[in-house]
T-cell receptor, first 111, second 112 residues
Framework: GNSVTQMEGPVTLSEEAFLTINCTYTATGYPSLFWYVQYPGEGLQLLLKATKADDKGSNKGFEATYRKETTSFHLEKGSVQVSDSAVYFCALKVAGTALIFGKGTTLSVSS | DTEVTQTPKHLVMGMTNKKSLKCEQHMGHRAMYWYKQKAKKPPELMFVYSYEKLSINESVPSRFSPECPNSSLLNLHLHALQPEDSALYLC???????????FGPGTRLTVL
């Protein structure tokens, strides 16, 4: 079946630190991959996506590369800010099936 | 514009009340979704409407009743809920079922 595994949090960083949140997947077929972010008290926002192998999604300084050989889609940011504190969800979608989320990773950034 | 709107933002209801949640999008999307999210958990899919027809019901109790009056609107009618139904209810939409989903801000529901 299709599934997403992402690193458990919380992840605690100081401002300007480098961020990596690991995400690996199992899928039949050719999935599209997503990172969604949920700020406290809000809904989910699409952060970035990639639809085929070797694609790099990027937005607001965040990046993730679709790696088929390692079935991974790790989220990275070179310098985090306090305002990046949120819950990050990795997700995948195979055509004709529902969107599948990882369990979410809570990021806390302190100044 | 990728905006999905939801009303109300907060809702408190008793177990005998009837209430409705509303979701709206004007992006021309033909697939719309209801999700339930408990604290510190990922969203759980409840219902999918595709071209205004119910296409997926994830074995949701009948006290939740979805409705899609037109291609822009999605309602969730609530009746005789239980306290464990308290959660954040998220609406989402996508061009079609295979496309990227965009989420609304959610309705925070508390059942007393």
């Amino acid at each position: 079946g299709n599934s997403v595994t992402q690193m458990e949090g919380p992840v605690t960083l100081s401002e300007e630190a480098f961020l990596t949140i690991n995400c690996t997947y199992t899928a039949t077929g050719y999935p599209s991959l997503f990172w969604y972010v949920q700020y406290p008290g809000e809904g989910l926002q699409l952060l970035l996506k990639a639809t085929k192998a070797d694609d790099k999604g990027s937005n607001k300084g965040f990046e993730a590369t679709y790696r088929k050989e390692t079935t991974s889609f790790h989220l990275e940011k070179g310098s985090v800010q306090v305002s990046d504190s949120a819950v990050y969800f990795c997700a995948l979608k195979v055509a004709g099936t529902a969107l599948i989320f990882g369990k979410g990773t809570t990021l806390s950034v302190s100044s | 514009d990728t905006e999905v709107t939801q009303t109300p933002k907060h809702l408190v209801m008793g177990m005998t009340n009837k209430k409705s949640l509303k979701c709206e999008q004007h992006m021309g999307h033909r697939a719309m979704y209801w999700y339930k999210q408990k604290a510190k958990k990922p969203p759980e899919l409840m219902f999918v409407y595709s071209y205004e027809k119910l296409s997926i019901n994830e074995s949701v109790p009948s006290r939740f009743s979805p409705e899609c009056p037109n291609s822009s609107l999605l309602n969730l009618h609530l009746h005789a809920l239980q306290p464990e139904d308290s959660a954040l209810y998220l609406c989402a939409s996508s061009q079609t079922f295979s496309d990227t989903q965009y989420f609304g801000p959610g309705t925070r529901l508390t059942v007393l």
